[in-house]
């Protein structure tokens, strides 16, 4: 990745960065959109995409409960496009359908709703992948109302990875799509927000105004180029970790949230007698320590079969030091309570 680095132009982007425009190209051709725009975070990609296509409030903008548009973007739709969001809990607990957008979506001129103008779904949603066959539906539905479609497909590799499905294909249904390439990927920095021709050039405008627009980002295109050759097919072998850990923690009596679908896994601890703090606390303090946040498990391309075995002997362990101490351990298919992604604080 270093060589690749070393061996980028160094233009500045602000007035078209020769490495970037290349790494712009190669993402429009794989997703089959006609151009592609570069951008610090997927963050900024989103927010871009949603103001670019916003055009004059009233409006809202539809999608998942659970959306990072909607949950973990500090209010952008709000702040940048002074759209209100309509949020959708999909009726089988897993991924939205036709039905349960076309039960929430706003079409009718009544003044008391903001209209939806951007429907917006996610793929892949805490790990987990929405059937393509549902994702045309919807599309095909949205587009007919006169509407756009927008993907947050900040982890897209891993559904064309893990479903053999081209990047294109996934991408077909939507006007834009998001993508980032330092998450899965593995590249340092940076996202692509894709779309047709005209849609990209409104959104450099706003990424300008935004402070987005960035100057010597060659090395950052040309690391990502690195990533999507030589990291994006590692991707497959991330996957059949998870799986393995999801089938350890499950062995071992740990209660599974969201399966390893793809790179993620949800897990509760608390039915073998374990808090998400003493956990955190425990694998921090191992030889070779693991950091984990909370509920979320999340596998990547650097994480080694070793230190999956780690931490399941970690929890192994623990799982014996409570039954030692009188813990019952409880039943794994019971109802899980609250919100699946639980951050691991310490009680002030
Ligand atoms: C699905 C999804 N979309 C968007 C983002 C935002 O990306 P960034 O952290 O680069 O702003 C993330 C970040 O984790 C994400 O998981």
Not at 48 to 54: K, N
Not at 198 to 225: H, P, V
Not at 239 to 249: N, V
Not at 265 to 278: A, Q, R
Request: net charge negative; with cysteine; aromatic share 6%.
């Amino acid at each position: 990745m270093y060589a690749y680095a070393a061996l980028a132009s160094l233009g500045d982007d602000v007035y078209g960065e020769p490495s970037t425009a290349a790494l712009e190209a190669h993402v429009a051709k794989i997703t089959g959109k006609e151009a592609a725009l570069f951008v610090p975070s997927g963050t900024m990609s989103n927010q871009l995409a949603l103001r670019t296509h916003l055009k004059q409030p009233p409006y809202s903008v539809l999608c998942d409960h659970r959306a990072h548009i909607h949950k973990y973007e500090a209010g952008g739709t709000a702040f940048h496009s002074g759209a209100t969001s309509i949020l959708v809990t999909p009726s089988n607990g897993h991924h939205l359908t036709l039905a349960d957008i076309q039960e929430e979506i706003i079409l009718d001129d009544n003044i008391h709703f903001a209209p939806t103008e951007v429907v917006a779904l996610e793929n892949t949603l805490n790990g987990t992948i929405i059937p393509q066959e549902e994702v045309i539906a919807i599309s095909d539905w949205v587009h007919s109302k006169g509407k756009k479609m927008h993907l947050d497909g900040a982890r897209i590799w891993h559904v064309a990875i893990e479903t053999g499905t081209p990047l294109k294909e996934l991408c077909d249904p939507f006007d834009s799509v998001s993508l980032c390439l330092s998450k899965g990927l593995g590249a340092p920095v940076g996202s692509c927000l894709v779309g047709t021709t005209e849609f990209i050039k409104k959104a450099r405008g706003f990424r300008k105004l935004f402070g987005g627009g960035m100057r010597q980002t060659s090395i950052l295109a040309a690391s990502a180029a690195y990533a999507l050759t030589h990291n994006f097919p590692k991707l497959i072998d991330v996957h059949a970790l998870s799986r393995k850990l999801e089938d350890g923690l499950k062995e071992i009596g740990v209660r599974i949230l969201s399966p390893a679908e793809t790179c993620m896994i949800f897990f509760d601890p608390s039915t073998i007698g374990v808090d998400y703090v003493e956990l955190v606390e425990r694998a921090d303090a191992l030889p070779k320590p693991i950091k984990i946040g909370g509920s979320r498990l999340v596998l990547h391309i650097q994480t080694s079969t070793e230190a999956v075995e780690d931490l399941l002997s970690l929890l192994r362990q623990m799982a014996e030091e409570k039954k030692a101490a009188g813990f019952v351990p409880t039943d794994v298919n019971g109802k899980p309570s609250g919100n699946i992604y639980v951050r691991a604080k310490k009680p002030q």
